[in-house]
């Protein structure tokens, strides 16, 4: 199942909107108790963040990268999306111990797909981060984007916190298919993307793309890369 080219482009700039967004509402806080009104303002934000951010993920994972791809997304969008970051960016390292602005920065960077340096602003946060199953995940997959889908020492070390925190959490039990395909396990990946599926209803975007994932792995590809017929049509272009 493919998506309009217009959708995850246009989730990836809200969400990050919205972060840069609840950073400025982050930075305008009563300089008299600092830690108050962060913390509202990333416990206002982080649900409507989740959605989009949980889609991105599921659909960066199985295969559709290019949907973030910056040449897809609209010029002037882009260049606007690039600028606040960079400023959320510099003023957080004038302000290292704000953990709020990190998560969110983090957040923004990898929806841009600067998946690096989205991991090194969760090290920033990691105090934060390391408390809650979803910013692991996120956190997790920041890496192992960066590292052509590798779980290195690090993120295996994520792993096991998250999977001690929530090993039912969907996103956890994502990252623990991409483990397992990563290690080469297919029964592994083919369990985890069973109970995966299971917590979505019939029907829905995420559980007909994790369904075509498991008649994938079932078919002997890699989930992870691109459909064999998208291939061959990119060949005879």
């Given at each position: 199942?493919?998506?309009?080219?217009?959708?995850?482009?246009?989730l990836?700039?809200a969400?990050?909107?919205?972060?840069?967004?609840g950073a400025s509402?982050v930075?305008?806080?009563?300089?008299a108790h600092?830690e108050?009104?962060?913390r509202?303002?990333?416990?206002a934000?982080?649900?409507?963040l989740?959605?989009p951010?949980?889609l991105?993920?599921?659909?960066?994972?199985?295969?559709?990268?290019?949907?973030?791809?910056?040449?897809r997304?609209a010029p002037?969008?882009a260049?606007?999306?690039?600028s606040?970051?960079?400023?959320l960016a510099?003023?957080?390292e004038?302000d290292g111990g704000?953990?709020d602005?990190w998560?969110?920065?983090?957040r923004?960077l990898?929806v841009?797909?600067?998946?690096r340096?989205a991991?090194?602003?969760?090290?920033?946060?990691a105090?934060?981060?390391?408390?809650?199953?979803e910013l692991l995940a996120?956190w997790i997959e920041?890496?192992i984007?960066?590292?052509?889908?590798?779980f290195?020492?690090r993120?295996?070390?994520?792993?096991?916190?998250a999977?001690?925190?929530?090993p039912?959490?969907p996103?956890v039990?994502?990252m623990?298919?991409?483990?397992a395909l990563?290690r080469g396990d297919a029964t592994?990946?083919?369990?985890?993307l069973k109970?995966?599926?299971a917590q979505?209803?019939?029907?829905?975007?995420?559980?007909?793309?994790?369904?075509?994932?498991?008649?994938?792995l079932d078919?002997?590809?890699?989930?992870?890369a691109?459909p064999r017929?998208?291939r061959t049509?990119?060949?005879?272009r």
């Amino acid at each position: 199942m493919l998506l309009p080219d217009w959708l995850l482009p246009f989730l990836g700039v809200a969400t990050v909107l919205a972060a840069l967004f609840g950073a400025s509402l982050v930075a305008a806080g009563d300089p008299a108790h600092p830690e108050a009104p962060r913390r509202r303002a990333w416990q206002a934000l982080a649900p409507g963040l989740g959605a989009p951010l949980a889609l991105l993920a599921l659909y960066v994972a199985l295969g559709h990268p290019v949907a973030l791809d910056p040449a897809r997304r609209a010029p002037d969008s882009a260049d606007a999306v690039e600028s606040m970051v960079e400023r959320l960016a510099a003023r957080l390292e004038r302000d290292g111990g704000d953990v709020d602005g990190w998560l969110m920065l983090a957040r923004s960077l990898k929806v841009t797909g600067r998946h690096r340096e989205a991991a090194a602003a969760y090290e920033k946060a990691a105090t934060r981060a390391v408390q809650d199953p979803e910013l692991l995940a996120d956190w997790i997959e920041a890496r192992i984007l960066a590292d052509d889908h590798h779980f290195d020492v690090r993120s295996r070390e994520l792993l096991a916190q998250a999977m001690a925190l929530a090993p039912e959490h969907p996103a956890v039990l994502m990252m623990r298919v991409l483990a397992a395909l990563d290690r080469g396990d297919a029964t592994a990946a083919r369990q985890g993307l069973k109970r995966l599926s299971a917590q979505y209803a019939p029907g829905s975007a995420d559980r007909q793309a994790l369904d075509e994932a498991l008649r994938r792995l079932d078919a002997g590809e890699d989930p992870r890369a691109a459909p064999r017929d998208a291939r061959t049509r990119q060949d005879i272009r």
